[in-house]
């Protein structure tokens, strides 16, 4: 039998008078709120009030964190958490605390997804620290000093949180814990929470295939044929996402026209980036489900197939890379499938992935500051913090072409690195970790000694390169992150 779980009350911080997304939010927990008090200037009218268990106490800005500490002393559960009144809890936010609470935790945090006014995704918080943090304090610690109790880090992104909150709205929603840190001695741990998750369990209505292009005129013509033969039969549409060309590229999808009747032109021009271009077509497919892929890339007939053919049983999805038919001379750096890897959590690539579009809106969408690499990993991370489940489609296989200049090669492994030494500083408090000082020696001793490469054959150069440029990414990205990931 399931230990049961300790019940929680619930403070929101809502001094500029917005209360109503984080009680709507609140309503729909999967472990309901034993109490709700909103801390706000203003009562509502009596037809606002939706739940018996919602409460209210009036505030002005300057004393909203002082009746937020009050109210939380006041509530009669063992366990009180906060949210920020324009906060969107996830449905499992309250379960996933009271289960790290079981054991008398003082302190209990969970990781913020951060959203810009567009409620396209700015980044995540997922720190010991209260800044950003979504959290629950032990209700009788509010009133006592000098005690020891736990500080537990859920590793999960369970609230979505708007970056342009006011002063006093923040001030406020960390009061109590502000509070607690101070007069309570805290030893800190974390509860990595194993739940069981399940897909969607629907097919999808209408797949909108994205496409984002930078003057691609001379691939996109054989991945635009490609896409005219899947073997896909179910209502599908393609947006290419013309993100600034200075090339004939709208004129090439002008005349895949005949072949692709479902094709639509998106500009994408204002702002140079895979992630802006993507979002672009996100807001503009019509399809429930989207699938990505490059336009220097050519997709096998049954590529869209394989994706909604695994959209049931999945969030996110992931599809297989084959560079033997593209860049047959570089054998060895063939992508490694979802299912091979090993640092983190599994992610799928940019250059082949699908995801639910309603999945896409919950997360953010695309980070539009990753630069040159990262921003499918750190896709597919947020999807598995936030909850949802993140598969891989054999089957949906892309034909991947690798970089044949060294110069692009060097620049593309090196913000790969740079990418990597930031999604370090993001995601090391949920697990994400960094090379061994021995694995670091061997990597670089291995530059050093292997560098007459650069003087011998094509095939020792290309390989010198792709490792130095991308250890040299690790280095900048180390410095611009304040971080060590060498």
Same mark, same amino acid.
């Given at each position: 039998m399931e230990p049961t779980l300790p019940e929680i009350g619930v403070v929101v911080a809502a001094p500029g008078g917005e209360w109503e997304p984080a009680v709507h939010s609140l309503l729909r927990q999967s472990l309901p709120p034993a109490a709700v008090t909103v801390v706000t200037p203003a009562d509502p009218p009596p037809d606002q009030l939706p739940d018996p268990r919602l409460h209210f106490a009036r505030c002005t800005s300057e004393t909203a964190a002082e009746v937020c500490v009050e109210a939380a002393r006041a509530t009669r559960t063992p366990y009180v958490a906060f949210l920020h009144g324009r906060d969107e809890a996830l449905p499992d936010w309250l379960r996933h605390l009271a289960g790290a609470a079981r054991d008398d935790a003082g302190l209990v945090q969970c990781g913020t997804l951060r959203l810009r006014a567009d409620a396209l995704v700015e980044g995540i918080t997922l720190t010991p620290g209260l800044d950003g943090a979504a959290y629950a304090v032990r209700r009788d610690l509010l009133r006592t000093s000098g005690r020891r109790a736990a500080r537990v880090m859920v590793p999960r992104l369970l609230v979505r949180r708007r970056t342009d909150d006011t002063a006093a709205t923040v001030s406020a929603a960390r009061a109590a814990g502000a509070h607690l840190v101070q007069d309570t001695h805290l030893s800190s741990s974390t509860h990595a929470p194993s739940v069981d998750v399940s897909g969607p369990g629907r097919t999808p209505d209408?797949?909108?295939?994205?496409?984002?292009?930078?003057?691609?005129?001379?691939?996109?013509?054989?991945?635009?044929?490609?896409?005219?033969?899947?073997?896909?039969?179910?209502?599908?549409?393609?947006?290419?996402?013309?993100?600034?060309?200075?090339?004939?590229?709208?004129?090439?999808?002008?005349?895949? @026209?005949?072949? $692709?009747? +479902?094709? =639509?032109?998106?500009? *994408? %021009?204002?702002?140079?980036?895979?992630?802006?271009? &993507?979002?672009?077509?996100?807001?503009?497919?019509?399809?429930?489900?989207?699938?990505?892929?490059?336009?220097?890339?050519?997709?096998?007939?049954?590529?869209?197939?394989?994706?909604?053919?695994?959209?049931?049983?999945?969030?996110?999805?992931?599809?297989?890379?084959?560079?033997?038919?593209?860049?047959?001379?570089?054998?060895?750096?063939?992508?490694?499938?979802?299912?091979?890897?090993?640092?983190?959590?599994?992610?799928?690539?940019?250059?082949?992935?699908?995801?639910?579009?309603?999945?896409?809106?919950?997360?953010?969408?695309?980070?539009?500051?990753?630069?040159?690499?990262?921003?499918?990993?750190?896709?597919?991370? @947020?999807?598995? $913090?936030? +909850?949802? =489940?993140?598969?891989? *489609? %054999?089957?949906?296989?892309?034909?991947?072409?690798? &970089?044949?200049?060294?110069?692009?090669?060097?620049?593309?492994?090196?913000?790969?690195?740079?990418?990597?030494?930031?999604?370090?500083?993001?995601?090391?408090?949920?697990?994400?970790?960094?090379?061994?000082?021995?694995?670091?020696?061997?990597?670089?001793?291995?530059?050093?000694?292997?560098?007459?490469?650069?003087?011998?054959?094509?095939?020792?150069?290309?390989?010198?390169?792709?490792?130095?440029?991308?250890?040299?990414?690790?280095?900048?990205?180390?410095?611009?992150?304040?971080?060590?990931?060498?």
């Amino acid at each position: 039998m399931e230990p049961t779980l300790p019940e929680i009350g619930v403070v929101v911080a809502a001094p500029g008078g917005e209360w109503e997304p984080a009680v709507h939010s609140l309503l729909r927990q999967s472990l309901p709120p034993a109490a709700v008090t909103v801390v706000t200037p203003a009562d509502p009218p009596p037809d606002q009030l939706p739940d018996p268990r919602l409460h209210f106490a009036r505030c002005t800005s300057e004393t909203a964190a002082e009746v937020c500490v009050e109210a939380a002393r006041a509530t009669r559960t063992p366990y009180v958490a906060f949210l920020h009144g324009r906060d969107e809890a996830l449905p499992d936010w309250l379960r996933h605390l009271a289960g790290a609470a079981r054991d008398d935790a003082g302190l209990v945090q969970c990781g913020t997804l951060r959203l810009r006014a567009d409620a396209l995704v700015e980044g995540i918080t997922l720190t010991p620290g209260l800044d950003g943090a979504a959290y629950a304090v032990r209700r009788d610690l509010l009133r006592t000093s000098g005690r020891r109790a736990a500080r537990v880090m859920v590793p999960r992104l369970l609230v979505r949180r708007r970056t342009d909150d006011t002063a006093a709205t923040v001030s406020a929603a960390r009061a109590a814990g502000a509070h607690l840190v101070q007069d309570t001695h805290l030893s800190s741990s974390t509860h990595a929470p194993s739940v069981d998750v399940s897909g969607p369990g629907r097919t999808p209505d209408l797949v909108s295939v994205v496409i984002p292009v930078r003057d691609g005129a001379l691939t996109l013509p054989a991945q635009l044929r490609a896409l005219a033969s899947q073997i896909y039969t179910a209502p599908w549409e393609v947006l290419v996402v013309d993100n600034g060309s200075t090339d004939a590229t709208r004129e090439v999808a002008e005349k895949a @026209r005949p072949d $692709l009747p +479902g094709l =639509r032109i998106v500009d *994408a %021009h204002e702002r140079p980036g895979e992630g802006y271009a &993507r979002n672009r077509g996100i807001a503009a497919a019509r399809g429930d489900f989207i699938a990505f892929c490059d336009a220097d890339d050519v997709a096998d007939p049954g590529w869209l197939a394989g994706l909604a053919a695994a959209a049931p049983d999945a969030d996110l999805i992931g599809g297989s890379l084959d560079s033997s038919v593209l860049s047959p001379t570089y054998a060895d750096e063939q992508p490694m499938p979802m299912t091979q890897q090993t640092d983190f959590l599994p992610f799928a690539r940019g250059a082949n992935c699908a995801v639910w579009k309603d999945v896409l809106t919950t997360i953010g969408g695309w980070d539009e500051s990753y630069r040159g690499g990262g921003e499918d990993m750190d896709l597919s991370w @947020r999807a598995h $913090l936030c +909850g949802f =489940r993140v598969d891989y *489609a %054999h089957d949906a296989r892309m034909h991947y072409r690798l &970089r044949a200049e060294l110069s692009t090669l060097a620049r593309q492994k090196w913000n790969y690195g740079r990418s990597g030494a930031r999604l370090y500083a993001a995601y090391r408090h949920a697990g994400f970790e960094r090379r061994d000082n021995r694995t670091v020696l061997m990597n670089w001793s291995w530059l050093l000694l292997h560098t007459s490469d650069l003087a011998h054959s094509p095939s020792l150069r290309r390989r010198w390169i792709r490792y130095g440029a991308r250890l040299s990414g690790f280095l900048a990205g180390s410095a611009e992150q304040g971080v060590r990931y060498l």
